[in-house]
């Protein structure tokens, strides 16, 4: 069973961080791109980061870029987000996601909120 599980969002005042994780599992993790998503109310989802493999390039959207860090641990199957100096327009539901080929998971994610 495939399963891609986020944790670490929170509440965090702006200009703190947060580091999400994701849990992958059912799927060989390694030959996947992963990448995080996210949501803000009345928004559509769109890109935040991604990556396909441990230490190679890594693509960000422009709006976090030189806050936000993905990276992946293949041995563990594990996916991160280091998100620093974040901002109110930050808040959103973030989502891990997987893709190789036509095969696509996403994760159920996780509340980010940034606020005083």
């Known amino acids: 069973q495939v399963q891609l599980v986020e944790s670490g969002g929170g509440l965090v005042q702006p200009g703190g961080s947060l580091r999400l994780s994701c849990a992958a599992s059912g799927f060989t993790f390694s030959r996947f791109t992963m990448r995080w998503y996210r949501q803000a109310p009345g928004k559509e989802r769109r890109l935040v980061a991604g990556?396909?493999?441990?230490?190679?390039?890594?693509d960000y959207a422009d709006s976090v870029k030189g806050r936000f860090t993905i990276s992946r641990d293949n041995a563990e199957n594990m996916l991160y987000l280091q998100m620093n100096n974040l901002r109110p327009e930050d808040t959103a539901v973030y989502y891990c996601?997987?893709?190789?080929?036509?095969?696509?998971?996403w994760g159920q994610g996780t509340q980010v909120t940034v606020s005083s």
């Open positions: 990556m396909l493999l441990p230490g190679g390039r890594r």
């Open positions: 996601y997987a893709n190789y080929g036509s095969l696509t998971y």
